[in-house]
């Protein structure tokens, strides 16, 4: 799993209004190769949800910066949206529900110990899925609504959660949100962390796309095929570097 798929993960799991009061979350995400990181900005009410992003990849001068909505009104529709361009666009994650195959996977849940992480009360763990794939996960009951995140992200395939997954985590007494997780691969890893989370009233015009800004019929998946991984972006040379960073910041501004 690359930070491609991760912060693909991220837009999808943390954007649908699963929250059941209104509050702020900030969530760092390290690579261990290539200087690669992000932090996710997240805003949440009984109207919507909302996640800032800033991107740091390898060999590129300047972060990627955008923000996505979805309100709870429409739960499907995630509006990505350019600041720099003033422009918008629309994409419906609910067609991409149709392409789930059911999930096969059974997962294997050793309990590393309690352990403090962040100031929250957490349930050490690695999760081992049937295919190989290696969790090492940190979750916590301390985290209100944390049995509302994982109903609204069972089944979903882009998060890699499933009702199986679930029950391994509830057997090994492990079930809470997940305040850090460490993607582990045989020559990398990608770590996930829960920075601050706090309830606070936020206002309904942060979730509503600005005035004047116009429409693009196209709707862009921001973190799918046209965001390269590091490994990708090393490979290219200077000239295709150069020409990739620049149609980057057509899209996303900076």
Known sequence: MNYKTIITVLLFA????????????????????GGAGGTFKVY???????????MKLDKMPNPVQMFSIIKKSNPNIVIQVNETGKTYSEMDISKNKNSASKNET?????????????GYNCVHVIVTSSKGDVEDM????DIADFEIYHQAN???????SSE???????????????????WVKKDSKITMELVKIEKKDIPSSMFEVPAGYKKQE???????????SAEEIQKMTPEERTKYIEE???KFGK
């Open 154 to 160: 069972k089944n979903n395939p882009r998060y890699g």
């Open 44 to 54: 949440y009410s009984p109207a919507g949800s909302r996640v800032e992003t800033e």
């Open 138 to 141: 940190w979750s916590s009951k």
């Open 218 to 228: 196209t709707a862009v998946n921001p973190f799918g095929a046209d965001m390269k």
């Open 106 to 118: 059974t997962y294997t849940v050793k309990k590393v110990g309690n352990e403090k992480l962040n």
């Open 164 to 182: 199986e997954k679930l029950k391994a985590l509830r057997d090994a007494g492990a079930e809470g949100f997940p305040v850090k997780i460490v």
């Open 14 to 33: 943390i954007l649908k209004p699963c929250m059941a009061q209104s509050g702020y979350m900030e969530m760092k995400m390290t690579y261990d190769k």
């Open 248 to 250: 980057l910041k057509k």
